[in-house]
């Protein structure tokens, strides 16, 4: 069944992010319910809204979504070096409401 997943990526360089460019990565991952983090850091980031059945295929797809959004954007490819996965039945499962 499928579920929605947030997927958050970074990915580690060697230069500080300027931020017109994390500003064109936002503009690519916005479609998706994206939104990008790196400015003034020498990281960027995306954190992305997929449908998925389980957390691998959610990474998987937030990996394809992310690389196609950096191209877009024309950043430099850097490797990547966190990914999580939350799903929408995980998220808030500790918030406690009453």
């Known amino acids: 069944m499928l579920m929605r997943w947030s997927v958050g990526i970074e990915a580690e360089g060697d230069r500080i992010m ?3 460019e994390v500003v064109e ?5 916005a479609p998706i319910s ?3 983090t790196g400015i003034g850091t020498n990281r960027y980031g ?3 809204v997929v449908f998925a059945d389980n957390r691998e295929d ?3 797809k937030g990996k394809e979504h ?3 959004a950096v191209q877009k954007a024309g950043l430099p490819v850097y490797p990547i070096v ?4 939350i799903s929408e039945d995980e998220d808030g499962a ?3 409401i009453s």
């Open 34 to 36: 994206g939104i990008a």
């Open 94 to 96: 500790d918030v406690d």
């Open 66 to 68: 992310f690389a196609s």
């Open 82 to 85: 966190r990914v999580e996965a």
């Open 46 to 48: 995306a954190q992305v």
């Open 58 to 60: 959610a990474i998987t």
């Open 25 to 29: 990565l936002a503009d690519a991952v």
């Open 18 to 20: 300027r931020l017109e």
